[in-house]
């Protein structure tokens, strides 16, 4: 909804004026389109698409932005408008930012050896909004991204700078742990421990609202297409494999293994950590029995002996009382 109507928003008025304004100048991108990027992206992703591989490889559209990207040591083609923007929202307050939604657009496919050059602009800036993270501005900025002088697509991207909203007390929920699958797992409760943080929430549209819903009922489903049975993870509008909109559901039978994984020890998140004071947890991408990948955390063991190939059980966790989420259960055994 749109915050103060009626009332002469000046700093609107102020962030409006860099509509238009170059955000980046003759970018360049870091690397040439290259065969390890593509083949490491593939493997994350569980993509095995023949287009990918092979002497007349081309890159997974979507990976348009990751050619763009800056890195670890940032991007040096930023404008001074760019900045002044982000500056002015800053000094105001909204100092918080989250990203919304992007948009691509694929007009070239893009072939190792290619080089990438970008240029930024500016689109959009909204009145001001209050959602439920807070009080802020939508900024929409359009990347064109072109491979030898040609356009190959274009990135439209969207976050809200945002001031936050003073979160409300929650009374903490009462939980059971019960054995089995479909149960929900005791800890990591919001409110327990130092604060009382919340956990980010999902992100629930047209095409995931189906697996959000199983979820609610402790059911783990994923997509499988109807035209050649794939499955997919996430959920997505059409399949990977054939291109074939039509799908249904199958339900996942819990079990699964641990892939890979990271220790996250900063910054100190307290309802991410089963104790509720912060401490370190277990990010894992867990590949479950039916073959198809997913991020979740692990829990039931500490988070050293959290290993490659670690058994795991799909549990449901409730985290506040508005939030249940998927977490799986490792044995040290």
């Known amino acids: 909804m749109t915050a103060g109507q009626g009332v002469r928003d000046e700093l609107y008025e102020r962030l409006r004026a860099y509509e238009g ?7 360049i991108g870091k690397d040439r389109v290259n065969e390890p990027m593509i083949r490491h992206w593939c493997e994350a992703m569980g993509d ?18 990751a050619w763009t990207m800056g890195g670890l040591s ?11 923007l982000f500056g002015l929202l800053d000094g105001a307050g909204y100092t918080s930012v989250v990203a919304t939604d992007c ?19 500016i689109e959009a800036v909204s009145e001001r909004k209050t959602t439920k993270l807070g009080t802020g501005y939508f900024v929409t900025t359009r990347m064109d991204v072109r491979a030898q002088e040609e356009l190959a697509g274009t990135h439209r991207f969207r976050i809200l700078k945002y001031r936050p909203a003073k979160p409300k007390p929650k009374p903490k929920p009462k939980l059971k742990t019960n054995p089995g699958l479909g149960t929900e797992a005791k800890g990591s409760v919001s409110g327990k421990g ?45 399949c990977n494999a054939c291109g ?18 990271v220790v996250m020890h900063h910054p ?38 959290v290993r490659v190939g670690m058994p795991v059980r799909l549990e449901f966790l409730r985290t506040d009382p508005e939030l249940v989420l998927p977490v799986f259960r490792g044995s040290e055994g």
């Open 103 to 121: 948009e691509q657009e694929y007009l070239r496919p893009l072939r190792p050896g290619d080089r990438i050059t970008f240029d930024a602009v």
């Open 268 to 305: 100190s998140f307290p309802a991410f950590s089963e104790d509720g004071e912060g401490g370190p947890y277990a990010v894992a991408l867990i590949e479950l029995a039916e073959g198809v990948r997913m991020v979740s955390n692990v829990i039931g063991v500490p988070c050293d002996k």
């Open 244 to 261: 074939s909109p039509d799908w249904d559901t199958v339900e996942a039978s819990g079990e699964g293994t641990v892939f890979s994984h």
């Open 21 to 27: 304004r170059a955000a980046a100048t003759a970018g």
């Open 48 to 65: 095995a698409h023949p287009a990918y591989g092979g002497p007349d490889a081309v890159a997974p559209p979507t990976m348009l932005q």
């Open 74 to 84: 940032g991007h040096t083609d930023r404008s001074g408008a760019y900045d002044e």
């Open 194 to 238: 130092k604060g009382n943080a919340l956990r980010s929430r999902p992100v629930i549209n047209r095409d995931n609202a189906g697996f959000w819903e199983g979820v609610a009922s402790h059911r783990l489903l994923i997509q499988r297409c109807t035209a050649c049975d794939a499955l997919r993870f996430p959920w997505l509008p059409g």
